[in-house]
């Protein structure tokens, strides 16, 4: 069974805090994703890796960057938070290929006050 | 023009109803889709992938329009436990998926 973790389910952090979120995958899946969910808007893709050390920029990567060191781990990274980044995030990883499943953590409900 | 456009809903349906909506998309050259479910405070999971016309699972069926440009997902004899929201979108290059905002169902007693 694929598990992918997150490394909290809730988190409130204050404006201009540097915040770090964890995803850790355990099916030696090649892709791993962050998006954030909010009402309305669906899910965002944020930034993706392909490989270790790879990432490429999604559709919304300002005022976010990411670390792939191990196959495994997939860190998201918010440098400055702010309020506008109070969302759901949301990890997933697959495996290469251009139809493969995603599978997603359970999520990190992230408030910036 | 967003490249995925679902209707929000909320459905709300009776127990055993059919239910059925629609996902419009705007790249013509997309040639395979997704339907993920995703229950109220939990993570999406894949429901179905639709390669060609369409595709058939038990009480779900998804049909793809490319004249259109539209897939549907059509769920027969709804159940309680069918109440969720439905994302869907296109397959995109190197396994990149492109959501939908979902659509919230409702199945009522």
């Known amino acids: 069974d694929v598990k992918v973790t997150q490394s909290s389910r809730y988190l409130v952090k204050r404006t201009g805090e540097k915040v770090f979120l964890e995803c850790v995958q355990d099916?030696?899946?090649?892709?791993m994703f962050w998006y954030r969910q909010d009402p309305g808007l669906g899910l965002r893709l944020i930034y993706f890796?392909?490989?270790?050390?790879?990432?490429e920029k999604g559709d919304i990567p300002e005022g976010y960057s990411v670390s792939r060191e191990k196959k495994e781990r997939f860190s998201l990274i918010l440098e400055s938070a702010s309020t506008n980044q109070t969302s759901m995030y949301l990890c997933?990883?697959?495996?290469?290929?251009?139809?493969?499943?995603?599978?997603f953590g359970p999520g990190t409900r992230l408030t910036v006050l | 023009r967003k490249e995925v456009e679902q209707d929000p809903g909320p459905f709300n349906v009776p127990e055993g109803a059919t239910v059925a909506f629609n996902c419009t998309y705007s790249n013509s050259a997309s040639q395979s889709f997704f339907w993920y479910r995703q229950d109220c405070r939990k993570e999406p999971k894949l429901l179905m992938s639709v390669y060609s016309s369409g595709n058939e699972d038990g009480r779900f069926t998804a049909q793809l329009n490319r004249a259109s440009q539209y897939i549907s997902l059509l769920i027969r004899d709804s159940k309680l436990s069918d109440s969720a929201t439905y994302l869907c979108g296109p397959y995109n290059q190197g396994g990149k998926l492109i959501f939908g905002q979902g659509t919230e169902l409702s199945v009522k007693p």
């Open positions: 890796s392909y490989d270790v050390k790879m990432k």
């Open positions: 997933a990883s697959s495996l290469v290929g251009g139809q493969s499943t995603q599978y």
């Open positions: 099916m030696d899946h090649e892709n």
